[in-house]
């Protein structure tokens, strides 16, 4: 099998409400679409969310890399041979790990399509059979947070991933008062973004949460502050994340050998897909280290892909998948059965792409071939 054309399509995925997080406020959701043919008619899609505070790309950089950098070296490849598709990328360009993201989950898409297997059957096997899924509360008033809280409760969320990191002031306000409001059986994770900076300032937020039984806490200091994490780690009970700070095998190293944070969250568009991220988890599992999947809020695409990594995988034990649950149109058709998510055995992603929507969100587009 041999891929004879790629297409691309940026769009905006619209969303229901501005999503508020420490560094920006989101209108709409940027993402770049691709659609790989190949010479037996078998279709793949993929999809790149980036973000510079994360993953260093543009949604205008990474539409020209895939255009004039790496989608030309794809073609006349053969997308089952995923490891030298890998090779091949990172021999074209460093990083770019949402560029390359999109070309792996379509490739994957390709061979599940191909073998007539769902994707989690080619990565080791369905493990888990469901996943509950947490509502994401965006930065706002305490008031407004606690009452959305109060509305995700009914509709039957047993947990919470709190977008803080503002001022610690604000941000221990906003936390007292979901906490009141859905009492203390439901699960609230907070993720600070890196909005606290360093250790001083989380280190002094933390004191004020200790009593407000808090899951973790999640990337309160900047990215590449590991040894802030090691301090904040040493000095609280309450558990750590780390997510922006893990790109890739090398950050894992350190992580690991500096016992760096409790938990880490996986990303398909912060490591480059689907095979990326399964080298993380089996890094993580020999650590004997708990991990999470994440997104960067991608449509049915980007989250089925991710979805598929944390159902094969004992030790990703939560996921943070809830992009289409947030958008007005999608383009793809994954099915949340909420609060929970169950992924079906259809072959491949396992998702139908609407493509009169997707021509629809698209601003502009190009092929190669």
Same mark, same amino acid.
């Given at each position: +099998?041999?891929?004879?054309?790629?297409?691309?399509?940026?769009?905006?995925?619209?969303?229901?409400?501005? /999503? !508020?997080?420490? @560094?920006?406020? =989101?209108?709409? +959701?940027?993402? !770049?679409?691709?659609?790989?043919?190949?010479?037996?008619?078998?279709?793949?899609?993929?999809?790149?969310?980036?973000?510079?505070?994360?993953?260093?790309?543009?949604?205008?950089?990474? /539409?020209?890399?895939?255009? #004039?950098?790496?989608?030309? !070296?794809?073609?006349?490849? #053969?997308? %089952?041979?995923?490891?030298?598709?890998?090779?091949?990328?990172?021999?074209?360009? =460093?990083?770019?790990?949402?560029?390359?993201?999109?070309?792996?989950?379509?490739? /994957?898409?390709?061979?599940?399509?191909?073998?007539?297997?769902?994707?989690?059957?080619?990565?080791?096997?369905?493990?888990?059979?469901?996943?509950?899924?947490?509502?994401?509360?965006?930065?706002?008033?305490?008031?407004? %947070?606690?009452?959305?809280?109060?509305?995700? !409760?009914?509709?039957? =969320?047993?947990?919470?991933?709190?977008?803080?990191?503002? #001022?610690?002031?604000?941000?221990?306000?906003?936390?007292?008062?979901?906490?009141?409001?859905?009492?203390?059986?439901?699960?609230?994770?907070?993720?600070?973004?890196?909005?606290?900076? #360093?250790?001083?300032?989380?280190?002094?937020?933390?004191?004020?949460?200790?009593? @407000?039984?808090?899951?973790?806490?999640? &990337?309160?200091?900047?990215?590449?502050?590991?040894?802030?994490?090691?301090?904040?780690?040493?000095?609280?009970?309450?558990?750590? +994340?780390?997510?922006?700070?893990?790109?890739?095998?090398?950050?894992?190293?350190?992580?690991?050998?500096?016992?760096?944070?409790?938990?880490?969250?996986?990303?398909? %568009?912060?490591?480059?897909?689907?095979?990326?991220?399964?080298?993380?988890?089996? &890094?993580?599992?020999?650590?004997? +280290?708990?991990?999470?999947?994440?997104?960067?809020?991608?449509?049915?695409?980007?989250?089925?892909?991710?979805?598929?990594?944390?159902?094969?995988?004992?030790?990703?034990?939560?996921?943070?998948?809830?992009?289409?649950?947030?958008?007005?149109?999608?383009?793809?058709?994954?099915? =949340?059965?909420?609060?929970?998510?169950?992924?079906?055995?259809?072959?491949?992603?396992?998702?139908?792409?609407?493509?009169?929507?997707?021509?629809?969100?698209?601003? /502009? &587009?190009?092929?190669?071939?």
């Amino acid at each position: +099998m041999k891929i004879t054309a790629i297409h691309l399509y940026a769009i905006h995925l619209p969303l229901k409400d501005p /999503f !508020v997080i420490s @560094y920006h406020t =989101y209108q709409y +959701m940027p993402a !770049v679409m691709v659609k790989i043919e190949t010479d037996e008619g078998i279709i793949g899609y993929g999809e790149a969310v980036p973000d510079e505070h994360v993953t260093g790309e543009t949604w205008e950089g990474v /539409f020209h890399i895939l255009k #004039n950098t790496i989608g030309p !070296v794809m073609l006349g490849q #053969n997308p %089952m041979e995923i490891e030298k598709i890998h090779d091949l990328m990172n021999n074209t360009i =460093y990083t770019a790990p949402a560029a390359k993201a999109a070309i792996d989950i379509a490739c /994957f898409d390709i061979i599940g399509k191909k073998l007539r297997q769902p994707v989690y059957q080619l990565i080791g096997g369905r493990y888990h059979d469901e996943f509950p899924i947490t509502h994401v509360l965006s930065i706002a008033d305490p008031e407004k %947070m606690a009452s959305e809280a109060a509305l995700m !409760v009914e509709k039957g =969320y047993g947990s919470f991933k709190m977008k803080v990191g503002t #001022n610690v002031k604000d941000d221990v306000e906003r936390i007292k008062a979901v906490r009141a409001e859905v009492g203390p059986d439901i699960a609230i994770r907070v993720d600070v973004n890196q909005g606290w900076k #360093n250790s001083a300032v989380t280190l002094s937020a933390l004191k004020q949460l200790e009593d @407000y039984q808090i899951d973790w806490i999640e &990337q309160p200091v900047i990215a590449d502050d590991i040894d802030a994490m090691v301090e904040v780690k040493s000095k609280t009970t309450i558990p750590l +994340m780390i997510d922006e700070g893990l790109k890739g095998p090398r950050e894992m190293r350190e992580i690991i050998q500096k016992r760096a944070a409790d938990k880490v969250n996986i990303k398909l %568009m912060k490591c480059g897909g689907i095979y990326p991220a399964v080298k993380l988890a089996h &890094q993580a599992e020999l650590a004997g +280290m708990e991990c999470q999947i994440g997104s960067m809020v991608e449509s049915s695409v980007g989250s089925a892909a991710g979805f598929h990594v944390a159902f094969s995988k004992k030790i990703i034990t939560s996921v943070e998948l809830t992009g289409p649950l947030k958008f007005t149109k999608n383009i793809g058709d994954l099915a =949340y059965e909420v609060p929970f998510i169950r992924l079906t055995d259809k072959p491949g992603l396992g998702v139908e792409v609407n493509e009169e929507i997707l021509h629809e969100l698209t601003i /502009f &587009q190009d092929a190669i071939r």
